[in-house]
């Protein structure tokens, strides 16, 4: 059964006070909901007549259409809106992909995929924090990245169990005696790799251990979920690097 922009948020200050992406999702919910016949009349010309409102108080209308268009084209871009083959002037479908997300909490998982480069980290990391960053759980998908470079460091250097935290990074890259460590580099630059292995951990690890901490920006929990899986790709390295040594 369709459902109407009204019947998913009858509150019109609510909409308009969603950034184009985010009503997207409610627009694109909406057009989910009609029937097969109803979609083929699909047309931005069409749904940008008052009709599309009519439920809300004419006041609203004008406002609520151009934010509603908004979303429209925002939908467009992203390639969940496309024009219907065979057609001339504005007739649209909905693409396979904006099928697949039926409603705003959908749209809202996908908005969050695509802030994530998934090509460009580390394949642990990648694994480990997908799920919960498309939750929206960012402090927890940080925590899990920096967590597999602590398990990573532990055992490329056959330390045991117990070994943990800021002083399990100062044990493996020590600038003398590190497992890890690249004696080949300056000691200013050993001694600056320890620091900032136990620094990230310290920071970024550590805390959410032992307390709540939220993380409440995707692009923060992007940020550090990419300075982790750099960390990773050194720990590899220096691991790698340690059984050529040792074998």
Not at 18 to 23: C, K, R, W
Request: glycine letters at 6%; proline letters at 5%; a negative charge.
């Amino acid at each position: 059964m369709s459902r109407t922009i009204y019947q998913i948020l009858p509150d019109p200050e609510a909409l308009l006070a969603l950034e184009p992406e985010e009503l997207a999702g409610v627009l694109l919910e909406h057009l989910n909901s009609l029937s097969e016949g109803e979609r083929g009349q699909l047309n931005r010309y069409n749904f940008s007549l008052p009709y599309s409102v009519q439920e809300f108080r004419q006041e609203y209308h004008e406002r609520l259409l151009r934010a509603l268009m908004e979303a429209w084209s925002w939908l467009e871009r992203e390639g969940l809106l496309a024009p219907t083959p065979g057609h001339q002037g504005e007739w649209v479908f909905i693409t396979r992909r904006g099928s697949r997300l039926a409603s705003a909490a959908d749209l809202n998982a996908y908005r969050r995929a695509n802030l994530l480069p998934r090509a460009l980290l580390h394949p642990v990391i990648a694994h480990k924090v997908l799920a919960a960053f498309l939750r929206g759980d960012y402090d927890t998908a940080v925590f899990q990245a920096f967590r597999e470079i602590e398990i990573a460091v532990r055992d490329a250097c056959h330390f045991a169990p117990t070994d943990l935290g800021i002083a399990l990074m100062r044990r493996a890259f020590d600038k003398s005696s590190g497992p890890l460590t690249n004696m080949e580099l300056p000691e200013a630059e050993r001694e600056a790799m320890a620091h900032l292995f136990a620094g990230a951990i310290g920071l970024f690890k550590n805390p959410q251990s032992h307390r709540s901490v939220e993380i409440g920006e995707p692009a923060k929990a992007v940020e550090l979920i990419i300075l982790a899986s750099h960390l990773m790709r050194i720990a590899d390295e220096r691991g790698n690097a340690r059984n050529e040594r040792t074998n």
